[in-house]
């Protein structure tokens, strides 16, 4: 009877952890699907409420192998600095596009960041000279997004884009091979700097 009881503890023992462990694959799954954007193995810690980075890692590894085993239109990628994403996967994205109702940036802010992505270290003054005096609520925008970042040069600000951005966008981390991409997107939609440069908004 004894034994019988034993046997019993130690399979709820069992199943109580097996619950757990996937309460906390959910847990890591809803943090990557709310947030939209990568996130740190910091910021999953905190979400989980552990100090284990290694915890959290195999969590999400385990993750990445289950949405890769199910062969969904859905996948995680792991990006630099051990940074998780989950997104669509490129080849679905010309089917549904049409589908999504509210762009990450109004046409203004967009063109004002494509204008620092394509020329890139480049002073704030600069870009407001270009763009008009509207930049600077552009410029504040992005900023608060994450999409760019300044650094103080003597008496101007330096803007640049940030790991995010390249993230979110699918570009290359390589600034020189970012800016091949773009001019190519640029081309294919049939914007020229010129246009890019002129427009006011």
Same mark, same amino acid.
């Given at each position: #009877?004894?034994?019988?009881?034993?046997?019993?503890?130690?399979?709820?023992?069992?199943?109580?952890?097996?619950?757990?462990?996937?309460?906390?694959?959910?847990?890591?799954?809803?943090?990557?699907?709310?947030?939209?954007?990568?996130?740190?193995?910091?910021?999953?810690?905190?979400?989980?409420?552990? =100090?284990?980075? =290694?915890?959290?890692?195999?969590?999400?590894?385990?993750? #990445?192998?289950?949405?890769?085993?199910?062969?969904?239109?859905?996948?995680?990628?792991?990006?630099?600095?051990?940074?998780?994403?989950?997104?669509?996967?490129?080849?679905?994205?010309?089917?549904?596009?049409?589908?999504?109702?509210?762009?990450?940036?109004?046409?203004?802010?967009?063109?004002?960041?494509?204008?620092?992505?394509?020329?890139?270290?480049?002073?704030?003054?600069?870009?407001?000279?270009?763009?008009?005096?509207?930049?600077?609520?552009?410029? =504040?925008?992005?900023?608060?997004?994450?999409?760019?970042?300044?650094?103080?040069?003597?008496?101007?600000?330096?803007?640049?884009?940030?790991?995010?951005f390249a993230d979110y966008f699918g570009l290359s981390h390589d600034i020189p091979a970012m800016k091949r991409?773009?001019?190519?997107?640029?081309?294919?939609?049939?914007?020229?700097?010129?246009?890019?440069?002129?427009?006011?908004?």
């Amino acid at each position: #009877m004894e034994a019988e009881s034993l046997r019993s503890d130690s399979k709820t023992t069992s199943q109580v952890g097996k619950e757990n462990r996937i309460n906390e694959l959910a847990i890591v799954e809803a943090a990557l699907y709310v947030s939209g954007r990568p996130l740190t193995l910091s910021e999953l810690c905190s979400v989980l409420k552990t =100090r284990s980075q =290694r915890k959290v890692k195999t969590l999400v590894k385990t993750l #990445m192998q289950e949405y890769a085993n199910r062969n969904t239109a859905l996948e995680i990628l792991e990006l630099k600095d051990e940074r998780y994403v989950l997104q669509l996967k490129a080849e679905f994205t010309p089917y549904v596009k049409k589908l999504v109702k509210r762009p990450l940036l109004s046409v203004g802010p967009l063109k004002t960041l494509a204008y620092i992505a394509l020329r890139q270290p480049v002073s704030q003054k600069h870009v407001v000279e270009v763009r008009g005096h509207h930049a600077y609520g552009h410029i =504040r925008l992005l900023k608060e997004m994450g999409l760019i970042a300044s650094e103080r040069k003597g008496r101007s600000a330096v803007l640049k884009t940030t790991d995010y951005f390249a993230d979110y966008f699918g570009l290359s981390h390589d600034i020189p091979a970012m800016k091949r991409e773009l001019r190519k997107i640029l081309e294919k939609d049939r914007i020229s700097e010129k246009a890019l440069e002129g427009s006011e908004f």
